[in-house]
């Protein structure tokens, strides 16, 4: 539950920043595309290094495709953060905001595959048991 209230509160708080970010609509713009591109480049990122920790199971072409649009999405998403012409305190609410999401998009994708592999364990197990039963 708690890695799930961290990432609704990365997500509100990115949301209301951009939300409310003063300036031209073209920068709003560019910042929301951004974050949402870090937000779906983490989770495949992350994704894709659970996936071949004990073993490869990707080619090496879709590795510099993860990683490569993990690094373009926080690359880009820095630097018009850096040349948007605000405030720096705003600058520095959506850079907060915005590493936290990205640490607790990290954090979720992990508990969900934790869940997903202890389900898995579990019915296994639970199969393993009913087929002794049977026998």
């Known amino acids: 539950m708690q890695v799930w209230i961290s990432f609704g509160l990365a997500v509100t708080l990115c949301a209301t920043g951009l939300a409310w970010l003063p300036g031209q609509d073209l920068d709003r713009a560019f910042m929301v595309m951004g974050y949402l591109f ?32 993990f690094f373009l999405a926080m690359g880009l998403t820095g630097w018009g953060l850096w040349r948007m012409d605000v405030q720096p305190v705003w600058k520095a609410y959506l850079a907060v ?19 997903h592999e202890a389900d898995v364990l579990e019915a296994r197990l639970q199969g393993r048991r009913e087929a002794r039963d049977e026998a």
């Open 38 to 69: 870090c937000l779906t480049s983490a989770f495949g990122l992350s994704k894709f290094i659970r996936d071949n920790d004990k073993r490869r199971s990707d080619t090496p072409g879709w590795k510099w495709v993860v990683w490569g649009g």
């Open 97 to 115: 905001s915005w590493l936290f999401l990205i640490s607790s998009v990290f954090t979720l994708a992990k508990t969900l595959r934790d869940a």
